[in-house]
């Protein structure tokens, strides 16, 4: 089953969602760009991918932020 890793960076003064990494859009705010990472995942995970979002912040680690089939849709938070 492929997998799709939705990615959230910021980039400047924006927050950038990105897949495998192409760019797919800016966002002023993390919630925002957060959120469309989220509905983006939720569609891939519908037909049958396996999709997370995944956060990279100042830590270099990335931390999980949604994962299609584990969070609810959309989400509460």
Request: glycine share 8%.
């Amino acid at each position: 089953m492929p997998q799709s890793d939705f990615h959230v960076v910021r980039k400047g003064l924006d927050w950038a969602v990105s897949l495998h990494g192409v760019f797919l859009a800016a966002f002023e705010s993390q919630r925002a760009a957060i959120n469309r990472a989220i509905d983006a995942a939720h569609q891939v995970g519908m037909k049958g991918h396996r999709a997370q979002v995944l956060l990279f912040g100042e830590d270099t680690r990335p931390q999980t932020q949604w994962v299609f089939g584990h969070h609810p849709y959309p989400p509460t938070a």
